[in-house]
């Protein structure tokens, strides 16, 4: 079933997109974007994907004087989260977005079509942006367990 195989965390392998004003495919964060999506048992999502190599900027002052480097840190990102439903009929993935990095998406719930390969699971989008619809299709693989750090073992303790 969709709703077990999809729990757990999942490394970006890539990330292309076409518009339906440009056609052909892109690669809206670069050829070697990286990204990370998560998926719990209780129901909850959170997905992560950038554009490697960003310029480093300092943290915002409270007056907005940094607002130009922040823009351009934001464009190179793409994050939201929220509780997340499956559709095993039609093998699709309901993100309803509770947190996000582009404001037109809060509150709306974005629709993955969700396919399984070995380790690997595809997600197909057709997202309307400013621009028009983009078709976009994700690739991920399971990301392999991590050993507990020392960190987490002395916070799991007191």
């Given at each position: 079933?969709?709703?077990?195989?999809?729990?757990?965390?999942?490394?970006?392998?890539?990330f292309?997109?076409?518009?339906?004003?440009?056609?052909?495919?892109?690669?809206?964060?670069?050829?070697?974007?990286?990204?990370?999506?998560?998926?719990?048992?209780?129901?909850?999502?959170?997905?992560?994907?950038?554009?490697?190599?960003?310029?480093?900027?300092?943290?915002?002052?409270?007056?907005?004087?940094?607002?130009?480097?922040?823009?351009?840190?934001?464009?190179?990102?793409?994050?939201?989260?929220?509780?997340?439903t499956?559709?095993?009929?039609?093998?699709?993935?309901?993100?309803?977005?509770?947190?996000?990095?582009?404001?037109?998406?809060?509150?709306?719930?974005?629709i993955?079509?969700?396919?399984?390969?070995?380790?690997?699971?595809?997600?197909v989008?057709?997202?309307?942006?400013?621009?028009?619809?983009?078709?976009s299709?994700?690739?991920?693989?399971?990301?392999?367990?991590?050993?507990?750090?020392?960190?987490?073992?002395?916070?799991?303790?007191?």
């Amino acid at each position: 079933m969709l709703a077990d195989q999809v729990v757990g965390t999942w490394q970006l392998m890539s990330f292309t997109a076409e518009y339906t004003e440009h056609p052909g495919i892109t690669y809206p964060l670069g050829q070697d974007a990286t990204g990370i999506i998560m998926y719990t048992a209780d129901g909850y999502m959170s997905a992560q994907i950038m554009r490697p190599g960003r310029h480093d900027y300092h943290l915002l002052d409270s007056d907005g004087d940094d607002l130009e480097q922040a823009a351009a840190a934001a464009t190179g990102y793409l994050a939201y989260s929220g509780k997340y439903t499956v559709d095993e009929s039609a093998q699709t993935l309901h993100h309803d977005v509770e947190v996000s990095l582009l404001p037109a998406w809060l509150g709306t719930i974005l629709i993955r079509e969700a396919t399984f390969d070995g380790s690997q699971l595809t997600l197909v989008a057709d997202d309307t942006f400013p621009r028009g619809m983009v078709h976009s299709v994700l690739v991920w693989k399971r990301a392999a367990p991590r050993p507990p750090t020392s960190a987490a073992t002395n916070r799991s303790s007191n």
